[in-house]
């Protein structure tokens, strides 16, 4: 059946105005996928074995999972009242958002960013509000901050923001947290923070209790390459975590998950967590400096993935320093067999993956540069 084939009932028609989310397609058996931000490591010693061994998948999974609970919260130095788990941080943007923006509200995140924010709210009627980067590809807080409109209900920020890399700053982060009414719902979505090496970028655990309308979002699925998995938590206040409860699909976290969250934390992982993310983080500076050699303008990349925007949308006197088509780069990607994530008319997102992975991303992109005669 085709995509553009009519549904046999009657659908909501703004629903069927919005596009699905699109899942990064597999690369071929030669090259890589690096479309996901995927981790290219294997789980984390003893993450097998918990699997393995959690033998009761005949039963519904306890849904309080209170010491994996209590173990997040330790970091963050609260409760594990405090801790909201979801079977990926993407069903708490969800949750989050239904929660607090009902037909008529809106919600706000800079743009581009993490591809699901505009169709959170789709389903209970709350509007979405992209606001544009800065042409250094960052949040542009000052813009969100004078966007705020007493329908804004929850403000989403992106640290380091996918898929363009750079993070927020500490103090750019208080000043706009100044602005923001104290009973709007501001989501600071960390999913890459364990590769966050900018000692001035923000950090969930140090801004937490001085905002109770705040909400840190982390993930297992990056850093600890848990992402088929799906578990990701929330730390916040209770209360809207409570809120968010009442629109989530009960039971969605698999007891399967939450034993290997609990093995990813132990001593042992940890420190094998911490030499691979070191890994990545080295390759993603390389690919950086690698990128930059050629002559692209790579913005700061703090995640686990480097962007390459398109001359056209840095907007900048140093507009040469792009490409001049972001699909088509992706096709000279898929030609020899790899998969990156390309967003018309904007740029190319290339996920850190494995160490073999760096010499054919730099001569492809420096054989597309040649072909057309240098960057655009
Ligand atoms: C910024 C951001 N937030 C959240 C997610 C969702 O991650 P998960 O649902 O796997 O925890 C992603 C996934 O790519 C992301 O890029």
């Not at 690369?27 to 294997?42: D, H, M, T, Y």
């Not at 409860?245 to 967590?273: D, K, M, N, Q, Y």
């Amino acid at each position: 059946m085709s995509d553009n084939a009519l549904p046999p009932v009657r659908l909501r028609a703004d629903v069927l105005a919005v596009p699905a989310y699109r899942q990064g397609a597999a690369p071929s058996a030669a090259g890589f996928k690096l479309s996901s931000n995927e981790n290219p490591f294997a789980p984390l010693p003893g993450v097998a074995d918990a699997i393995a061994s959690r033998g009761d998948v005949n039963r519904y999974a306890a849904a309080a999972m209170p010491e994996l609970r209590a173990a997040i919260g330790a970091e963050f130095g609260v409760s594990g009242e405090y801790v909201h788990l979801a079977a990926g941080s993407v069903a708490i943007l969800y949750q989050l958002v239904h929660a607090a923006a009902g037909h008529g509200d809106s919600y706000m995140y800079a743009w581009p960013s993490f591809e699901a924010y505009p169709s959170l709210g789709l389903a209970s009627g709350a509007t979405p509000a992209g606001i544009a980067l800065t042409a250094t590809a960052e949040h542009d807080l000052d813009a969100m901050a004078d966007a705020i409109t007493e329908r804004t209900r929850v403000i989403l920020l992106c640290t380091p923001n996918n898929p363009t890399g750079p993070a927020l700053r500490r103090a750019d982060f208080d000043r706009f947290m100044a602005r923001v009414p104290s009973d709007t719902l501001v989501v600071l979505d960390e999913a890459y923070r364990e590769f966050v090496t900018d000692p001035a970028a923000v950090r969930g655990e140090d801004v937490l209790s001085a905002h109770p309308n705040l909400v840190v979002l982390r993930t297992f699925s990056k850093a600890y390459g848990l992402a088929g998995l799906r578990i990701g938590y929330g730390v916040g206040d209770p209360a809207i975590f409570r809120a968010a409860a009442s629109v989530a699909i009960p039971l969605s976290v698999t007891g399967i998950a939450e034993s290997a969250a609990l093995a990813s934390l132990t001593p042992e992982a940890r420190e094998v967590h911490t030499e691979r993310v070191a890994a990545i983080v080295d390759r993603r500076d390389r690919l950086v400096a690698g990128l930059r050699e050629l002559g692209i303008t790579v913005p700061d990349a703090q995640g686990n993935f480097v962007w390459i925007p398109e001359a056209a949308d840095l907007g900048t006197p140093d507009a040469a320093a792009g490409v001049p088509d972001a699909l088509a780069l992706a096709a000279a990607f898929a030609a020899v067999g790899t998969l990156v994530r390309p967003f018309a008319g904007k740029g190319v997102r290339i996920s850190v993956g494995e160490e073999d992975s760096l010499a054919l991303i730099i001569d492809t992109v420096r054989e597309f540069l040649a072909q057309l005669g240098g960057a655009a």
